[in-house]
């Protein structure tokens, strides 16, 4: 049974796992087998490395332990990355006047020399860490040696990644929409001629050329191929190449490179996951919404292979993201797609590529064909996709970057053209958002928005405008009526007096000072007479919400907790991004500040250190929302 209550998937009878260490090669070649299955497997050759066998093969075994399941690397192209630090490492090893020849010959000095030879470059601090990370597997290293690759990896500051504008994103998304709508065109277009060619609704005699475009297009529909000669090479048949090219032919049923890089943009700009997310996602799905729903959602079961035991999530996507408003009018008479939501994208991205799944036997979403591949690969259909696809996707529009005057600039000089890329894509979206996507809230804020310099100024003044609107709702509100402690006292004596000072009658009053009537920061002294539900039912809102409420008091034992919310409030300002909280949190703090003000700092202190652990607990459940009356 899996982590997450699903029985898991067993091989079947009479199934052995295939080595990982060669032996027919003296254990020098190690296989890696991808968790994914459209990414087959790999061999990795250690024998041609520049050093002594003893040597390769313990590298080879090192290399097998980070590569197994569990081993930490998943992705064919970080098993690739750590093949070429053994290499480069073996061929530093190689050319010293006296290399080692056993493991337990390694120095760390021997890492202290290859490093010097690469600590110019940019990605020599990541490559170090890289190298360390497989030379820890290595058996029989000495401890010296184990020390040294066990110290923290020399990376460089990494550098800021910039947020795209508002304006950029559009028009990296706009010519995105331009280049999936005409996709989509002619597919279709396509569809319903190949449609009427099989069912004999094209007369030959009448009209040729459209009879022999039906012909081609159901090779393609069915093969992805083009009609060829059989014999020789196998060229394409010469009437064929006299109405298109092979890529004509195969593209007018299939996306291109151009096409399928364009939909990345799309989903990563709209969901504000990774690429190899976005590439990797299935084309099975899960409709909550029964397909008749008022707004169409789906759900995908996404992968995320960095995340370890938690790398499966179920992501909705939905047919309006909360921050692109869209009209009515824009509702009643945009096209049958709609591609500012990352459901319509997903949608549209489904149906143009089923064909192609069908084809090539894959469960992934994203299919499209190639017309040449490289490392010896030809043309074909593809579910893979490079950072490089979408820079040659961006070379192909006109988009200009917004111009930032300088005093060295020329008043006539234009914009230069945007830069394209995932991550930035990425980092805009959570800018946009100010939500975590497949990581934490603390990683949000302290790792992608704090990097991003992008539109600083602006974001510092939005969450200035939210702050200065939630103090002013703070002192606008009602405040919160508290008993003071010579109240509590007389209460005891002359319940009638205190109770009239409060508006109150005596018998509510002996209940409050009881604790019969408490919520969590407060008692609540009328539950039927709520501001926030009709009259005459019973109170169903938020215990923060006490702060403002006319049927609150305070009494002095409400004190301790009072405290304990504010100062975890505030504590929360360094895990969550500063928009997030000023939203969320900045009224009921600026509420407690002044609350707590008006109590005098030495029972502020007294209160802090003399809060219980049960009443941290409560502080914690209340937080967490578990309090709240569903």
């Not at 480069?88 to 290859?114: C, I, K, Q, V």
């Not at 397909?291 to 939905?318: A, C, F, Q």
Request: proline share 5%.
């Amino acid at each position: 049974m899996s982590a997450r209550g699903r029985r898991a998937t067993l091989p079947p009878e009479g199934f052995r796992a295939r080595r990982r260490l060669c032996d027919e090669h003296d254990g020098c070649v190690a296989r890696f087998v991808a968790e994914d299955h459209g990414a087959g497997s790999k061999e990795y050759d250690f024998a041609a490395l520049p050093i002594s066998p003893a040597l390769r093969k313990a590298f080879a075994q090192a290399f097998a332990q980070r590569t197994r399941p569990g081993g930490g690397l998943r992705a064919l192209g970080s098993v690739d990355k750590a093949f070429r630090r053994f290499t480069s490492f073996a061929n530093y090893l190689g050319g010293l006047m006296r290399p080692p020849t056993e493991a337990g010959h390694l120095t760390p000095t021997h890492l202290d020399g290859w490093f010097l030879q690469r600590s110019h470059l940019a990605s020599g601090g990541m490559e170090l860490s890289e190298l360390k990370a497989s030379l820890r597997k290595v058996p029989g290293i000495s401890g010296e040696f184990a020390a040294k690759v066990s110290e923290r990896g020399q990376r460089r500051e990494k550098a800021n990644t910039v947020s795209y504008s508002r304006a950029e994103f559009d028009r990296i998304l706009g010519a995105a929409r331009g280049d999936v709508r005409r996709a989509a065109r002619r597919i279709r277009a396509n569809q319903e001629l190949l449609a009427r060619w099989r069912t004999g609704g094209i007369d030959r005699e009448q009209d040729e050329q459209r009879w022999l475009r039906g012909q081609v297009l159901d090779m393609v529909d069915r093969h992805a191929d083009v009609p060829r000669y059989t014999s020789g090479a196998k060229l394409r048949q010469k009437w064929v190449g006299a109405l298109d090219t092979v890529t004509g032919h195969i593209t007018a049923l299939h996306l291109g490179s151009v096409e399928v890089a364009a939909f990345v943009v799309l989903l990563v700009g709209l969901t504000g996951e990774n690429r190899g997310t976005i590439v990797a996602a299935p084309a099975a799905h899960h409709r909550p919404d029964g397909y008749v729903g008022p707004i169409g959602t789906v759900i995908l079961e996404l992968d995320k292979s960095r995340r370890g035991p938690n790398r499966h999530m179920d992501v909705p996507l939905v047919d309006l993201p909360d921050w692109i408003p869209i009209s009515s009018e824009h509702r009643e008479n945009h096209d049958r797609d709609d591609l500012r939501t990352p459901f319509g994208v997903y949608m549209l991205a489904h149906e143009l590529t089923t064909a192609g799944r069908r084809i090539l036997g894959t469960e992934r979403l994203l299919v499209w064909w190639a017309a040449t591949g490289n490392r010896g690969v030809g043309s074909g259909l593809r579910t893979g996709l490079t950072a490089e696809h979408v820079h040659e996707w961006a070379a192909g529009h006109d988009l200009p970057a917004d111009r930032v005057p300088s005093e060295e600039d020329d008043e006539e000089s234009g914009p230069g053209q945007l830069t394209v890329t995932l991550p930035r894509l990425r980092l805009t979206h959570t800018e946009l958002h100010q939500k975590a996507v497949a990581h934490t809230e603390s990683t949000l804020a302290n790792e992608y928005l704090l990097r991003n310099r992008g539109n600083i100024a602006d974001y510092q003044r939005v969450v200035a405008d939210v702050l200065t609107e939630q103090v002013a709702k703070a002192r606008t509100h009602t405040v919160l009526r508290t008993l003071s402690p010579s109240e509590i006292e007389q209460s005891r004596s002359d319940p009638d007096k205190v109770a009239a000072r409060h508006n109150l009658d005596a018998a509510t009053l002996r209940r409050m000072v009881s604790g019969e009537l408490d919520t969590v920061m407060a008692a609540c002294v009328d539950n039927l007479a709520s501001p926030h539900t009709p009259a005459g039912q019973p109170c169903r809102a938020s215990f923060m919400l006490c702060l403002s409420c006319p049927c609150a008091r305070a009494l002095p034992h409400h004190l301790p907790l009072q405290v304990a919310v504010h100062d975890t409030l505030q504590s929360r300002q360094a895990e969550m991004t500063p928009l997030r909280w000023a939203q969320r949190f900045s009224l009921p703090h600026a509420q407690l500040a002044d609350l707590l003000e008006r109590t005098g700092t030495t029972a502020v202190d007294d209160a802090r250190a003399h809060l219980a652990d049960e009443q941290r607990q409560l502080v914690e459940r209340f937080l967490r929302r578990e309090l709240d009356l569903l």
